[in-house]
Structures are given as structure tokens and as C-alpha cells.
Nanobody, 123 residues
Framework: QVQLVESGGGLVQAGGSLRLSCAAS????????MGWYRQSPGKQRDMVAT???????NYADSVKGRFTISRDNAKNTVALQMNSLKPEDTSVYYC?????????????????WGQGTQVTVSS
């Protein structure tokens, strides 16, 4: 089993900053991609930022220059530093990981999601 525990989020005024963190634990053989997605009511879940195991990063155009994703491979954690927040950043943010579990013939790679954390930016 794999567990993702998110922390951070909350309410902030426009222009402020928040930091999200996510820790993966359990029967993990290897972690491939990690990242953050967000979803607002009635809308699809959209990619915010992703980072591969070798450090390749991808950002949504809407957050480039404002958000920074980082990961600690030794601790199985990923973080999202969000600066210059805007009201349109208001959403539920989900941690995402692609994790390999098991060994040999039992090895499998699956996507895992955190429980989601609310980020609200007031104008």
C-alpha cells in the first residue's frame, strides 16, 4: 500500500504565498513522476506542475514564474511553493505520484493521488 499525505494550503490574500507539501510512504520500490494538479467545482483536474525523478520540470502556463516545484528523493516528498497568488488560483490542489511497487513479476507502476487540500485566494 502507498499513502500520500498532503499539508499546507489555506486562505491567503492576493499577492501572498503558500507552500504545499506531500509525503509518500508505504511499500515503495521507486517513485517516478511527482506533481500537483488542481480542480475547481464543475471543472476538470488540471496539471499545475510536475517533476520527474531526474529533475525535469513542467509548469502550466498560468503558474510559470510564480510557482516552484521541488522534490526530495531521499524523503519521498514533493513541494509546491506558490508566490504572487491570484484569486483564480483558488482550487483544491492534489498531490500526484507515479510509483512502482513490488518486485520481479509482482512489480507494477500505478498513479496515486493525495486527498486534496483547499487553497483560497481572496481579492
Amino acid at each position: 500500500q502507498v499513502q500520500l499525505v498532503e499539508s499546507g494550503g489555506g486562505l491567503v490574500q492576493a499577492g501572498g504565498s503558500l507552500r504545499l507539501s506531500c509525503a509518500a510512504s508505504g511499500s515503495i520500490s521507486s517513485i517516478y513522476a511527482m506533481g500537483w494538479y488542481r480542480q475547481s467545482p464543475g471543472k476538470q483536474r488540471d496539471m499545475v506542475a510536475t517533476i520527474t525523478s531526474d529533475g525535469r520540470i513542467n509548469y502550466a502556463d498560468s503558474v510559470k514564474g510564480r510557482f516552484t516545484i521541488s522534490r526530495d528523493n531521499a524523503k519521498n516528498t514533493v513541494a509546491l511553493q506558490m508566490n504572487s497568488l491570484k484569486p483564480e488560483d483558488t482550487s483544491v490542489y492534489y498531490c500526484y505520484t507515479k510509483i512502482g511497487t513490488g518486485r520481479a513479476l509482482g512489480f507494477s507502476i500505478n498513479d496515486y493521488w493525495g486527498q486534496g487540500t483547499q487553497v483560497t485566494v481572496s481579492s
